[in-house]
């Protein structure tokens, strides 16, 4: 019986980027330069960058490691909501960051921060118990950024993640931060390495179960988030990809009917049910329904960390532990 546990790392990414951003001036424009204001529509509303912002604020991890993936760390006021052990490549940086909340900071921690740029990939961020309204934050002089794949209205955004809008997403807040050469070396050499892991995947007719948490009630991927992109990339099924919700609420008994060929574990660290992949192993080894599988009796397992299951910087070293473990699975 083989269980896959697949370690992603950044190198190649961080190869690029490596030196940038280490002292205050190191990540500013070129010397003498007068960088123009940067106007663009993000998920409907108007955000306009007067200059690249020198107090950032990222209001969790997958902004964060964006920003510090692009040597942005010297830039950046605070960061918060903290759901997965940082990057390894990237932890020096990010000690380097201010911790303003464990999950979201108030809008008036936020305020007291005196941020000049407000980046979020959830729309939880902007509550009016978090940082508040992207639109009352521009009133005050702070343009705030959000994902396009997480937007207010979801009609101003995109409707499914993929990898294009993954990649044009980094390179938006490169330009915004007047790091465009940055942008475009990350992007590069992610698309270098999904290039890599879609040519060594198996390509065989494969069904994937992404289960995210719960044992009670398993939250699993559906259609138009992260996972339904790697499968797409890998030429895989999702067991759940007639789903129209991104998370449905499954049920134990339809899983054992859709019966997956291999089961994807996202490993949580925040300590709940049937977060952590060895709990999910142990759940689906000791549940009367879930044993029976044949992916479960076979121990067909690939575990990647929870935030990799949402689009960031990590979402190709995703793609790069399904294809290493799909692979390993098939010898």
């Given at each position: ?184 070396a990350v992007v590069a050499a992610q698309r270098a390495r ?24 398993p939250y699993v991927a559906g259609a138009g988030g992260l ?105």
């Amino acid at each position: 019986m083989k269980t896959i546990f697949v370690n992603g790392a950044l190198v190649a990414v961080l190869a690029v980027t490596a030196g940038c951003g280490s002292t205050g001036e190191a990540a500013g424009p070129a010397s003498g330069a007068s960088p123009a204001p940067v106007a663009i529509t993000n998920c409907g509303l108007p955000v306009t960058v007067p200059a690249p912002p020198r107090r950032a604020l990222a209001m969790e991890q997958n902004a964060t490691e964006i920003m510090l993936t692009l040597g942005l760390a010297d830039r950046m006021i605070g960061t918060s909501y903290q759901t997965d052990p940082v990057l390894p490549e990237l932890a020096a940086a990010y000690g380097k960051v201010p911790v303003l909340a464990k999950l979201y900071p108030a809008r008036e921690a936020v305020l007291n921060a005196r941020p000049d740029f407000v980046y979020s990939t959830f729309t939880s961020a902007y509550a009016s118990d978090a940082a508040g309204a992207r639109k009352d934050l521009a009133g005050l002089g702070v343009p705030a950024y959000l994902s396009r794949f997480a937007c207010e209205d979801p009609g101003t955004g995109e409707r499914a993640v993929t990898f294009d809008g993954i990649f044009a997403e980094i390179t938006e807040i490169a330009t915004v931060f007047g790091v465009a050469d940055r942008g475009a070396a990350v992007v590069a050499a992610q698309r270098a390495r999904l290039d890599a892991a879609r040519q060594a995947a198996p390509g065989a007719d494969t069904s994937l179960l992404w289960y995210y948490s719960g044992t009670k009630t398993p939250y699993v991927a559906g259609a138009g988030g992260l996972p339904a992109a790697i499968s797409t990339q890998l030429g895989v099924r999702n067991a759940y990809g007639d789903a129209k919700q991104t998370w449905p609420a499954g049920n134990w008994e339809e899983i054992a009917a859709r019966d997956p060929d291999v089961i994807v574990l996202a490993d949580l660290t925040r300590g709940g049910d049937g977060d952590s992949a060895q709990s999910k192993i142990d759940f689906l080894r000791a549940n009367p329904v879930t044993s029976k599988l044949d992916a479960v009796r076979n121990g067909r397992f690939i575990t990647v960390a929870g935030s990799s299951m949402d689009p960031s910087v990590r979402s190709v070293t995703a793609v790069e532990q399904v294809s290493s473990g799909l692979q390993e699975l098939d010898r």
